[in-house]
């Protein structure tokens, strides 16, 4: 129902005066109207502070907290929460993310089947709106929200700047600004030497990133330093990530080992290698995706076998 109305505004100056046929009929209206259901919005006062005991949803017809007919739901104190949303290859050109839950900006997002799949030679595709592929480089995959409560996902050069949407860099980095739009990184893909830059193929679960074409992620050739040196794995191991577990082909028995830094004690590596292929325990490697090994008895050849992405 609409708001009472009377023929006429009444002061003091109207006392003793009567209600006119068509006033009593309004009134009347209007009480029927209120007594049989009919209150509207209009008739609650902003402030009229109505208890929640006084107030009930019906479970199957009520609202959904979708974007659409109220508000999303607040992540609040679940900040950074990801569940699914994992990465797939597709093709050498094409990639994909699975179903998944995540917090971005503040708000929870959610996609029950797999995002667009993103094709590397499909300007709008890239953040930076033309396509960026070429080789020997990492791309990374952003998630944004799409349309209210959906999320979908988009290819950018560059790896997280913020650890929320605000300028914290302090703790893990997860999210990249475009203009108003936060982007949240849910992984990386490398874009090899073949052909344009193809897309190396790889498997992920979780945090976990298993590198399925190993050559192409050799990061040391005939290592033969006998003191701890540095190595680049950078090609191999994106820059959210500082973990990752080596191959290494000794070709004879020998003792090698890798650290952290020159002079940190051995947190990975195998001694009197008698098999041409052995593969290390995970290694951490520097801020920058280097480490350091030292080797005696001969030389080794390492690639990387698999990384843990620290943006989850």
Not at 10 to 26: C, M, P, R
Not at 115 to 140: C, F, H, M, P
Not at 144 to 173: C, E, F, H, M, R
Not at 209 to 230: M, P, R, Y
Request: proline letters at 1%; a negative charge.
């Amino acid at each position: 129902m609409g708001l009472l109305k009377f023929t006429k505004d009444y002061t003091s100056s109207d006392d003793g005066a009567k209600l006119t046929g068509t006033e009593l009929g309004v009134l009347q209206a209007d009480i029927a109207a209120v007594i049989n259901g009919g209150l509207s919005n209009a008739n609650v006062a902003s402030d009229a502070a109505i208890v929640e005991s006084k107030v009930s949803f019906d479970t199957a017809s009520g609202h959904n907290h979708n974007g659409s007919n109220s508000r999303t739901i607040s992540s609040g104190a679940f900040r950074g929460f990801i569940q699914g949303a994992e990465l797939e290859w597709v093709a050498t050109d094409q990639v994909k993310a699975t179903s998944g839950v995540m917090d971005i900006a503040g708000t929870l997002y959610t996609r029950t089947s797999y995002s667009t799949t993103l094709d590397l030679d499909t300007n709008t595709d890239w953040v930076e709106g033309i396509s960026q592929r070429g080789t020997s480089k990492w791309a990374y995959v952003y998630a944004y929200n799409s349309s209210g409560s959906l999320w979908d996902i988009k290819l950018w050069l560059y790896p997280p700047q913020y650890a929320d949407t605000g300028t914290d860099d302090s703790s893990v980095k997860i999210y990249r600004q475009d203009s108003s739009v936060w982007y949240r990184c849910l992984g990386a893909i490398r874009l090899n030497a073949t052909g344009s830059g193809n897309i190396t193929k790889f498997f992920q679960s979780g945090d976990m990133v298993t590198c399925d074409e190993i050559s192409d992620h050799k990061v040391l050739t005939n290592g033969a330093q006998t003191s701890f040196t540095s190595f680049d794995c950078s090609t191999a191991v994106p820059a959210i990530s500082i973990l990752c577990g080596f191959y290494v082909n000794t070709g004879a028995s020998l003792t090698f080992y890798f650290a952290t830094t020159a002079t940190a004690a051995t947190i990975g590596g195998n001694s009197n290698q008698s098999t041409s292929i052995a593969q290390c325990d995970t290694v951490m490697l520097t801020a920058a995706q280097a480490c350091y090994y030292k080797v005696s008895g001969s030389t080794i050849d390492v690639w990387v076998k698999y990384f843990k992405l620290n943006i989850r």
